[in-house]
């Protein structure tokens, strides 16, 4: 390429984003432009700095990896996201390619394996750890046990988001502020949600959302 790529690491762990920027300043090719801590500031940062590829985290306090990728994808839909994560459950992969990722690679594999991933992304290519990707293909041939259906499947990005901060313990004035809308809008979403759901209570709710990952309780090591 006549020019490096550029690069925004998004995770909420400092110390992680340290290093995969020190891993990737050995590359020429690469250069890291900007950081961001979670999901909303990784919009900002998108939309600030326009990079060729984004390496995205999943799990991650208010807007998770899955909410940021959907809304950047919708933007710039010529940013590549490259997920970077511990999670190798097939269900949190499938999620990630439906939403339009150029990859997903494990946080256990990192080094040639990124840089490899990141020029594959960047080339308009596509990325799979080799230790996932099996799993992957298999799921799209129809092989496995039969399909159940998923009452995520029902939730839209926006219910996903309210359901991880309410999850998270935040008050619907909390909710509003950090979504920019209203209070009357949080309480009619959370409405909709536990209709589709069938929850009745803010445990019934946290429980969904600890069982479908949309928050982690070993959050700390994603």
């Not at 900007?34 to 909303?40: I, S």
């Not at 080339?123 to 293909?137: C, E, H, K, R, W």
Request: hydrophobic letters at 40%; glycine letters at 8%; charged letters at 30%.
């Amino acid at each position: 390429m006549d020019r490096r790529t550029r690069i925004v690491i998004v995770d909420d762990h400092a110390m992680v984003r340290e290093g995969i920027a020190l891993i990737l300043s050995m590359y020429e090719d690469v250069e890291v432009v900007g950081e961001a801590a979670d999901g909303k500031e990784a919009i900002e940062k998108v939309n600030e700095l326009f990079p060729d590829v984004v390496v995205m985290d999943i799990a991650m306090p208010g807007i998770g990896g899955l909410e940021a990728t959907a809304e950047i994808l919708k933007k710039h839909p010529g940013v590549r996201v490259l997920v970077l994560s511990q999670y190798d459950d097939k269900e949190y992969v499938s999620r990630f390619l439906k939403a339009g990722v150029s990859g997903y690679i494990l946080k256990k594999a990192v080094g040639g394996e990124l840089i490899n991933a990141i020029r594959g992304v960047r080339d308009g290519g596509f990325y799979l750890s080799p230790s996932i990707a099996s799993a992957v293909v298999d799921g799209y041939l129809g092989k496995g046990p039969p399909k159940v259906e998923d009452p995520l499947e029902k939730i839209t990005l926006r219910e996903r988001e309210i359901i991880k901060l309410i999850a998270e313990g935040k008050s619907y004035k909390e909710i509003a502020s950090f979504l920019d809308i209203s209070v009357k809008t949080v309480v009619t979403h959370h409405t909709h949600i536990a209709e589709k759901l069938n929850t009745h209570s803010r445990a019934e709710l946290i429980k969904f959302a600890i069982q479908k990952g949309i928050i982690r309780l070993d959050s700390p090591d994603n």
